[in-house]
């Protein structure tokens, strides 16, 4: 077996990386997840996961947590009504009463961030995630690495995956490809208790998701655990722009006046949901990876999700990405098929790129679909088929 007696780091614990464990434990292989978060209770940002069945779900099923999961997703949450910037509703899947299962084609049950998160680290052995490791660098030491936290720790490992994210400090010791910008950026917003806290759009979501589209912008929301929304403002902008906007992110009334200004066309409806976020906003510019990119693959280092393949979020793509990652990676880092865990990286690397860049140019067509001035017909279009 190729990772007998070898020690593996995973640097970062989100979905894929905690897939990843979770899968290479499954078969008996020596491996940490080192995490910058101070301790399990950190909040965890974003929106829910729609998990696909070709790849989220098909790594929680290899994973052996299916039932877990059955149990804990949000039934309803992936409804979805679409809406005009006067909050004027165009499509509503919760009419439909289509009943979706497990296994249906277009059936994508979401499940929160911080429950998955929940149940992938209660699938793992203790002390396998070491907490509060913020990664600085590494150095090369024997045919391993030897790995150097912000904390003053050090640990030494025979092979590291990245697994850090859109700004990940792994990847540049394998490539120096950078991101290039969408042209996109979206603020984001959460809202806790909204059904206290914003009553109009709590009522309207119903536990799902909005889309309201108008004049190229979009406000994009939806149902999150514990009874909290999240929401996105997204729109054509500068690559720097959440940095020269001179705006303070941590005050709603300044946040409001923005939107006011900048959705002039939109209803007041929206505006409730300024005004009662929990601040600060979060400014997030788009970015994605070059679709040609390729490196040299290395004996004793990879990467999997936004490390390797950060994509704009309008397929949906990004989790399931990472953690098909991490089921094709433990596959063949434990299979009989490959001489050499170099040979089986290359391998994992070469289709995982070509996956990546088909569902990247996906995210990038969608997204300048959703922001186009027909986004409303096209959308509509789309949803109809």
Same mark, same amino acid.
């Given at each position: 077996?190729?990772?007998?007696?070898?020690?593996?780091?995973?640097?970062?614990?989100?979905?894929?990386?905690?897939?990843?464990?979770?899968?290479?434990?499954?078969?008996?292989?020596?491996?940490?997840?080192?995490?910058?978060?101070?301790?399990?209770?950190?909040?965890?940002?974003?929106?829910p996961l729609d998990l696909h069945d070709e790849s989220?779900?098909?790594?929680?099923?290899?994973?052996?947590?299916?039932?877990?999961?059955?149990?804990?997703?949000?039934?309803?949450?992936?409804?979805?009504?679409?809406?005009?910037?006067?909050?004027?509703?165009?499509?509503?899947?919760?009419?439909?009463?289509?009943?979706?299962?497990?296994?249906?084609?277009?059936?994508?049950?979401?499940?929160?961030?911080?429950?998955?998160?929940?149940?992938?680290?209660?699938?793992?052995?203790?002390?396998?995630?070491?907490?509060?490791?913020?990664? !600085?660098?590494? &150095?090369?030491? /024997?045919?391993?690495?030897?790995?150097?936290?912000? *904390?003053?720790?050090?640990? =030494?490992?025979? #092979?590291? !995956?990245?697994? &850090?994210?859109? /700004?990940?400090?792994?990847?540049?010791?394998?490539? *120096?490809?950078?991101?290039? =910008?969408?042209? #996109?950026?979206?603020?984001?917003?959460?809202?806790?208790?909204?059904?206290?806290?914003?009553?109009?759009?709590?009522?309207?979501?119903?536990?799902?998701?909005?889309?309201?589209?108008?004049?190229?912008?979009?406000?994009?929301?939806?149902?999150?655990?514990?009874?909290?929304?999240?929401?996105?403002?997204?729109?054509?902008?500068?690559?720097?722009?959440?940095?020269?906007?001179?705006?303070?992110?941590?005050?709603?009334?300044?946040?409001?006046?923005?939107?006011?200004?900048?959705?002039?066309?939109?209803?007041?409806?929206?505006?409730?949901?300024?005004?009662?976020?929990?601040?600060?906003?979060?400014?997030?510019?788009?970015?994605?990876?070059?679709?040609?990119?390729?490196?040299?693959?290395?004996?004793?280092?990879?990467?999997?999700?936004?490390?390797?393949?950060?994509?704009?979020?309008?397929?949906?793509?990004?989790?399931?990405?990472?953690?098909?990652?991490?089921?094709?990676?433990?596959?063949?880092?434990?299979?009989?098929?490959?001489?050499?865990?170099?040979?089986?990286?290359?391998?994992?690397?070469?289709?995982?790129?070509?996956?990546?860049?088909?569902?990247?140019?996906?995210?990038?067509?969608?997204?300048?679909?959703?922001?186009?001035?027909?986004?409303?017909?096209?959308?509509?279009?789309?949803?109809?088929?």
């Amino acid at each position: 077996m190729l990772l007998e007696n070898k020690q593996i780091a995973i640097i970062g614990g989100g979905p894929g990386g905690l897939t990843l464990a979770r899968l290479l434990q499954l078969q008996n292989v020596n491996v940490k997840v080192y995490e910058r978060d101070l301790n399990k209770n950190a909040r965890v940002q974003g929106s829910p996961l729609d998990l696909h069945d070709e790849s989220g779900l098909a790594a929680i099923r290899k994973a052996n947590l299916f039932e877990e999961f059955k149990s804990n997703y949000m039934p309803g949450a992936d409804k979805t009504l679409i809406l005009n910037e006067c909050a004027e509703i165009f499509f509503n899947e919760h009419d439909r009463n289509r009943e979706e299962n497990f296994g249906d084609e277009y059936f994508r049950p979401e499940i929160d961030r911080g429950t998955l998160r929940k149940i992938l680290l209660e699938s793992l052995q203790p002390e396998t995630i070491v907490w509060d490791s913020h990664f !600085i660098s590494m &150095d090369a030491q /024997n045919d391993g690495w030897l790995i150097h936290f912000k *904390n003053g720790l050090s640990a =030494y490992a025979d #092979i590291v !995956i990245g697994s &850090d994210g859109a /700004n990940s400090k792994i990847r540049p010791y394998i490539t *120096n490809i950078k991101p290039l =910008y969408s042209g #996109i950026t979206m603020l984001e917003g959460n809202v806790y208790e909204s059904k206290i806290a914003t009553p109009t759009i709590h009522s309207l979501l119903k536990g799902g998701k909005i889309m309201a589209f108008g004049n190229t912008q979009n406000l994009l929301m939806g149902q999150k655990g514990g009874g909290a929304l999240g929401f996105y403002a997204s729109f054509k902008a500068d690559e720097n722009w959440a940095t020269t906007n001179g705006l303070d992110y941590t005050n709603n009334k300044q946040m409001l006046e923005w939107f006011k200004k900048t959705y002039t066309e939109w209803s007041t409806n929206w505006q409730e949901l300024f005004e009662n976020a929990t601040v600060p906003f979060i400014p997030r510019p788009i970015y994605y990876m070059p679709l040609n990119q390729t490196w040299e693959s290395l004996p004793n280092l990879t990467i999997i999700g936004d490390a390797a393949h950060v994509m704009p979020p309008f397929a949906g793509e990004g989790a399931n990405m990472a953690m098909l990652d991490a089921l094709e990676l433990s596959e063949f880092l434990t299979s009989e098929k490959f001489k050499t865990v170099q040979e089986a990286i290359a391998f994992y690397e070469n289709n995982m790129l070509e996956r990546a860049s088909k569902a990247t140019l996906e995210s990038i067509e969608n997204g300048e679909k959703m922001h186009s001035k027909e986004s409303l017909k096209t959308m509509l279009e789309f949803f109809n088929h």
